[in-house]
């Protein structure tokens, strides 16, 4: 019989640890008989411990374990679970990933919101392109949308989309999603008042997840670079055009994109993605996005 213990460094043992709320084991064993225990675990911030905001949700951990002489399993000789465990997470990650859409995806870590009743994309000479749906991403059902899971705390989230709207109502753009209740993107949409092209934000905080749209000047047709900047308390969002500097137009606190946000639980943290929506109708613009890439701060 197994039986699991949990590790210290769980909450409510040792809530002064920066990896907390450890559960949900399997146990394995290698060919030459270790035994290692895989787990959930979180990585709260600002601060590093229980008072803080875990915005990546549960991660996988893994610890060696052993058995005691009376058949009881113990993880990590019953220490605390720490960042800092030799020969586990001290990997080598490439400081920049890039996926160019060529022909296909790079990789099988892209997501969709559940499951699509038809395809809205294909990949063309020079990118990803994306057809939006009647769906939202305020919607329990399947947008134009593909996410992948933020893996990094400080991490630049970034892409070149060319996209040319003819309504306010279009927009496409990337966002750091945590619900459909909790997300935040920079895109291109058509101004409102001017029905020019133009940049926006939009950010939803606050315990109703109030919404904030910001537009930025008038951005020349021709494609556009957009950003999501992760840190560990904030996220900020911008734009530049051809060579220049990122603008970053606004920031969100990272409390509004946790696990814990009160009432409205979610224990997968936080996706960067890539979107095309037209307000609830089927749209035929395409949103063209060259590249997405990541780069490690």
Do not use: C
């Not at 809205?120 to 994306?130: A, D, E, P």
């Not at 939006?132 to 991490?155: C, S």
């Not at 308390?233 to 946790?258: F, H, I, K």
């Amino acid at each position: 019989m197994f039986v699991i213990t949990l590790i210290k460094g769980n909450v409510g043992r040792n809530a002064s640890q920066s990896v907390l709320a450890t559960g949900h084991a399997d146990i394995v064993q290698t060919p030459s008989g270790d035994w290692y225990a895989v787990f959930l675990a979180t990585r709260p911030q600002n601060p590093p411990n229980s008072a803080g905001y875990p915005q990546l949700g549960r991660e996988t951990f893994l610890a060696p374990a052993s058995w005691t002489s009376d058949g009881w399993l113990k993880i990590n000789d019953g220490k605390d679970i720490t960042l800092d465990m030799p020969g586990l997470y001290k990997l080598d990650r490439p400081k920049i990933w890039r996926d160019d859409f060529r022909g296909k995806f790079t990789d099988k870590a892209w997501y969709t919101q559940r499951t699509p009743y038809k395809q809205f994309h294909k990949f063309v000479n020079g990118g990803l392109r994306l057809f939006g749906n009647v769906y939202t991403l305020d919607d329990r059902e399947t947008p134009a949308a593909f996410f992948r899971k933020q893996e990094d705390l400080n991490v630049i989230f970034s892409t070149q989309l060319d996209f040319t709207p003819t309504s306010p109502r279009h927009e496409a753009g990337i966002t750091v999603f945590l619900s459909i209740w909790y997300h935040n993107e920079v895109g291109l949409t058509l101004h409102p008042e001017t029905k020019v092209r133009t940049v926006f934000v939009k950010t939803r905080t606050g315990p109703m997840a109030e919404l904030k749209t910001i537009y930025a000047p008038t951005a020349e047709a021709g494609p556009v670079n957009l950003f999501i900047k992760a840190e560990p308390n904030q996220y900020s969002l911008g734009y530049s055009v051809g060579g220049g500097n990122v603008t970053y137009l606004a920031t969100v606190e990272n409390r509004w994109l946790q696990s814990y946000v009160q009432g409205w639980q979610n224990f997968v943290g936080t996706h960067f993605g890539v979107y095309s929506l037209a307000g609830r109708l089927p749209m035929l613009i395409p949103a063209d996005f060259k590249y997405v890439q990541t780069q490690l701060l």
